[in-house]
């Protein structure tokens, strides 16, 4: 059962209301698989499809939920409805639709026990990743509360005699957003609270991995006040994502996931006309130079390397020592014996530090990597391949992992592992550390320990990367900052949340006003700028 305090009506409003209680499709201790049902105009309603995807726990390969390939009539309610709804919704004042994000966020927080533990339970997190994964997703919805000030436009007064202009900022219409599977509660926070707080309605996919934590916030957005119709959810694989690049009234789409699947998204959404954010892969940096301390940078890179397993796209993935091969072989040791002692298994288990990846072809795929880079000379420090942990056998678990005397050349540096593996290459001052971090075509994160302020300057001007971290892991901006990737880690024209975040949900119309005391009676052939 999900609390919730307010049932969002004008009458009641700061009054406390019974619990409610959420479908069983996402309650988190259901000891069988459920159905996954679609929200489509208010209401949770099971899909008629004879297609079904398992969701599985990677901790043990037991089937959750099932999840439907929604039919083409179900796609089409769906986005019908949320066309339907956005006249109404547009017309909300904005300080009506910030308390519904006010009352969401007092409930996302009353709920943090279910929402972490659904997700869990579907993507193999641990306690405490699964909270940070549902507190960073509540901190933009807690940003979205303050929307009005960020809809306001501009205006310049007598631009010509008599003559004012002011542009103002409008919702785009139906607008679209397809989740991944690594964070399956602050994703979807990225999404729907920035594009329904500007004014439009949303057709929200969550991963059809892990979908349970989008439903629950979905319905707690319902109970928040959210109006029936504003936010549809869909579910579904291939067939559903090109559905919604394809359909004439989606006006945006907003994407996280892999690089390939995200150029396809971009160019196939630019190419239906719709606007599209897509952040994708990463291959982040931590450059070293000699000044920095052993101990606090073992620290820090064993957390952002390995905690989250690896799935994140910004875990910190390669490591650039400046220095000899003695000082990168001292470094390496020290992260390895940092990793060597955490313990691995399954998310709901106390003192779980890393638990599992999500599915056997990701297990494989980070293994058959880390061999790649034994076979052609990098040295295995820290071996997490096949690792035996008691009590799930079946589990999709990759201990961590450290490489050191990584080169470019390297599958294991060239890819995206998406798995709690760390490669250190060496470089033998920071002109050329910058340059091998710059030659990479990824650039989300990227960071630089040292206690020089000369050199971390020089770093954060010349290097690609598009978030910088000065003695900071993993630099991902609060949401009153934007999501900044660069390169191959993103395509599109602006970025998720913060200011940026709100352009890309909106339009910019600029206007023309004449109001002179003489405009009735003296025709004129003049236009602006003209006295």
């Known amino acids: 059962t999900l609390r919730h305090r307010h049932d969002g009506s004008a009458s009641s409003r700061g009054k406390a209301s019974a619990a409610q209680a959420l479908p069983s499709f996402v309650a988190a201790t259901s000891p069988t698989a459920t159905k996954a049902p679609l929200l489509i105009n208010g209401e949770w309603v099971q899909s008629s499809s004879d297609k079904w995807i398992e969701v599985t726990d990677p901790a043990t390969q037991q089937v959750v939920s099932l999840v439907p390939e929604l039919t083409t009539a ?45 997700v869990t339970r579907e993507q193999g997190k641990t306690d405490a990743d699964a909270r940070g994964d549902v ?8 940003m979205m509360s303050g929307m009005p000030s ?31 599977f690594n964070f399956p509660a602050m994703i979807p926070l990225w999404m729907f609270p920035v594009a329904l707080t500007s004014g439009n309605t949303m057709v929200l ?43 004439p009234d989606i006006k945006s789409i907003s994407f996280v996931g892999s690089t390939t699947a995200g150029k396809y998204i971009a160019a196939k959404g630019a190419a239906h006309g719709k606007r599209v954010q ?23 890179l064993a957390g ?21 091969d003695a000082r990168m072989d001292e470094l390496s040791r020290a992260v390895a ?42 040295h295995v420090l820290l071996d997490g391949r096949s690792p035996m942990v008691e009590g799930y056998p079946d589990g999709n678990f990759v201990g961590p992992t450290l490489l050191s005397g990584v080169t470019t050349d390297m599958e294991c540096y060239k890819e995206e592992i998406f798995a709690p593996v760390l490669v250190v ?100 052939m003049a236009g602006v700028g003209t006295n």
């Not at 507190?135 to 807690?142: A, D, H, I, K």
């Not at 996919?205 to 979905?218: F, G, H, N, R, T």
Request: charged residues 20%; negative net charge; aromatic residues 6%.
């Open 304 to 324: 952002a390397a390995f905690a989250a397993a690896g799935q994140r796209c910004m875990a910190l993935s390669a490591c650039v020592v400046v220095g000899d």
């Open 425 to 524: 290459l060496r470089a033998n001052d920071l002109d050329s550390a910058i340059e091998l971090v710059n030659a990479n075509p990824y650039a989300n994160g990227v960071a630089i320990f040292t206690q020089s302020g000369a050199a971390a300057r020089r770093f954060q001007h010349d290097i690609d990367g598009g978030m910088v971290g000065v003695n900071v892991p993993i630099p991902v901006p609060l949401p009153m900052f934007s999501f900044t990737g660069n390169k191959d880690s993103f395509q599109g024209e602006n970025y998720f949340y913060g200011r940026s975040g709100v352009n890309f949900f909106t339009r910019t119309k600029t206007v023309t006003t004449a109001w002179k005391d003489d405009y009735m009676t003296k025709p004129s």
């Open 74 to 118: 179900e796609f089409e309610r769906a986005v019908a409805g949320a066309k339907a709804a956005f006249p109404a919704w547009r017309a909300t004042p904005p300080s009506q639709r910030a308390r519904i994000m006010l009352r969401l966020a007092e409930s996302i927080n009353d709920n943090m026990d279910e929402l972490a533990a659904a």
């Open 337 to 378: 014996a940092k990793g060597a002692v955490l313990r691995l298994g399954a998310g709901c288990d106390e003192g779980t530090d890393v638990g599992p990846l999500i599915s056997p072809e990701a297990k494989e795929r980070a293994e058959r990597l880390i061999s790649e880079g034994e076979s052609k000379g990098a």
């Open 278 to 300: 897509s952040n994708m892969g990463a291959k982040n940096h931590a450059v070293i130079m000699p000044d920095a301390d052993v101990e606090q940078v073992a620290n820090a």
């Open 150 to 180: 960020l809809l306001m436009g501009e205006l310049v007064e007598n631009v010509s005699k008599g003559i004012d202009t002011y542009s103002i900022k409008q919702p785009l219409g139906v607008t679209a957003g397809i989740c991944p």
């Open 205 to 247: 996919k969550p991963s059809e991995k892990d979908p349970a934590a989008a439903m629950m916030l979905a319905d707690l957005a319902l109970q928040a006040g959210l109006p029936k119709g504003v936010l549809q959810i869909v579910h579904g694989a291939h067939g559903c994502v090109n559905s919604l690049l394809e359909h």
């Open 135 to 142: 507190f960073r997703g509540l901190e933009v919805v807690e």
